[in-house]
């Protein structure tokens, strides 16, 4: 690990350390916001946004190994109430001296179960993935594909919450950067700890295992297997205007498969009201 890498981390460790301790010392003060939640890096939680509550997620992932990286906007929108949401992800993709738009995704989820408020929540998710990208570069998947995802949330006790993820992808006529063309498929599982040090201030590991096919000819495939081990901080600025403001980091890790692979991971996101509140 470089440097100032551990010193990035270092400093991350020390500013939740700071918002725990001043925590501490205003217990006098009125309740604090509620804690952060719908943050995850690798994963995604069980919660959909609250109504009239709109979040705009930043994600940069930087290669340690090959200098790749990939950046996202995620915008999520309540769409009426907090058990339909709608949102999109569009990605850049960069290495080796070009970079391009990915796959954009279009995304509904639905709150099955649970909130943000109870103990369990489940919220599937179902994406179409636009061919956006350019297959040629390595962006793209050259067709529409179909995703999804199934999201449970378990709080486990005041300083503890679980979240598990399972999913898969089907592509047809998927294209690669020669033109051959099949279908492929994709698979993931994930599970994360939060440790709640404070509500402004978590620490986690997260851990994804994929699963993804690749076009290698004409009605030919292979199969790639990937294990990442994602240990993460977060913490949150919470202004009186309602904004929420979230900044995190990680280091994912390959494992197995993928042992050799690591990167480092930035986080940010911007969740405030927008429009009039019901009353």
Known sequence: ???????????????????????????????????????SFLLEEAYNQEPHVVQHINTFQHSLRDGSWSYSLTQEWPLRSQRHQLSYTLPLEGGNGSAGIGSVALNYRLQLAGSGETR????????????????TAGRG???????????????????WVF??????????????????????????????????????????????????????????KSVEDSVLVSPGLRWAYNFKSGLQ????????????????????FLYLSFEHPFGRAPR
């Open 245 to 264: 403001i979230v900044p995190g980091l990680a280091l994912p890790l390959g494992v197995g498969p993928s042992r050799g692979e690591r990167s480092l």
């Open 141 to 159: 998947l050259g067709a529409t594909g179909a995703q999804f995802d199934v999201p449970i949330s378990v709080v486990a006790g005041p300083r």
């Open 1 to 39: 690990m470089s440097r100032r890498l551990r010193r990035a981390l270092a400093g991350a460790a020390h500013a939740v350390v700071l918002l725990v301790a001043a925590e501490g010392a205003a217990a006098d003060t009125p309740p604090s916001p509620p804690p952060i939640q719908d943050n």
């Open 120 to 135: 369990f929540a489940c919220a599937p998710r179902f994406t179409i993935l636009l061919p956006t990208g350019d297959e």
């Open 163 to 220: 979240h598990a993820n399972a999913g898969g992808t089907w592509v047809p006529s998927a294209r690669n950067a020669t033109g051959d063309r099949a279908d492929i498929a994709g698979w993931n599982l994930g599970a994360s700890t939060v440790f709640l040090a404070g509500p402004r201030g978590n620490a986690l590991v997260e851990v994804l295992w994929t699963r993804f096919q690749t076009v290698v000819g004409p009605g030919r």
